[in-house]
């Protein structure tokens, strides 16, 4: 049986170990930064044009240009899409649909992993 389990263990751990050090589409971090970041969940369009969704970040796009691929501690993965008044210098909004998870996420400090 200890064995069952340490091996349900090392799967599990190769099934859904995530490796944030490439994107999605296999670029490599090119660099990482620690901004402050708050939650949105209001908006009909983007600064880009697109439709606001789980994933759409906003950023100050002298920092990071839109269309970046990012991941966001405590969110995952998200574009570069739109942009805000008080989205100055080391800031990012990242969208939710929830309201509820926007007031808990509240305004806090993560890392962003900038991809090429």
Do not use: Q
Not at 7 to 36: H, T
Not at 82 to 101: A, C, E, L, P, Q
């Amino acid at each position: 049986m200890k064995y069952v389990f340490i091996i349900v263990c090392i799967i599990s751990f190769i099934l859904f170990n995530v490796n944030d050090s490439y994107s999605r589409r296999g670029r490599k971090v090119a660099r990482e930064l620690i901004m402050e970041s708050t939650a949105y969940c209001d908006g009909e369009v983007t600064a880009t044009g697109t439709k606001p969704s789980m994933g759409t970040v906003a950023v100050d796009p002298s920092v990071i240009p839109f269309g970046t691929e990012l991941h966001i501690e405590g969110y995952g993965f998200g574009v570069a899409e739109d942009t805000g008044s008080s989205i100055v210098g080391n800031k990012i909004d990242v969208f939710h649909y929830d309201r509820d998870w926007c007031y808990k996420w509240g305004r806090r400090k993560v890392k962003v992993k900038i991809y090429e």
